[in-house]
């Protein structure tokens, strides 16, 4: 069983994983990359520990968050 440290650590390491693929995909500033993030229901989603997104891949959440920003536009 993971501790809350533990889990916290993970949703850590999702965010910067997800700011650095919107910087190397999709050429955003690290300032842009981060408001997106933190901005989105993807990263919401990802701090309520009871949807387990901390467990998914950081290319899996991509995924979610670019159908997140294309429903924005």
């Known amino acids: 069983m993971l ?7 993970m ?8 700011a650095q693929i919107l910087i190397e995909e999709q050429h955003y500033s690290m300032e842009d990359a981060l408001s997106v993030v933190y901005n ?8 309520n520990t ?10 899996y959440l ?3 968050l670019q159908s997140e920003l294309s429903l924005n536009k």
């Open 3 to 9: 501790t809350e440290g533990q889990i916290q650590c």
């Open 50 to 59: 009871a949807t387990g997104y901390y467990y998914q891949s950081a290319g």
């Open 40 to 47: 989105s229901v993807t990263f919401r989603n990802l701090q």
């Open 62 to 64: 991509y995924d979610d």
């Open 11 to 18: 949703k850590e390491d999702m965010t910067i994983a997800l």
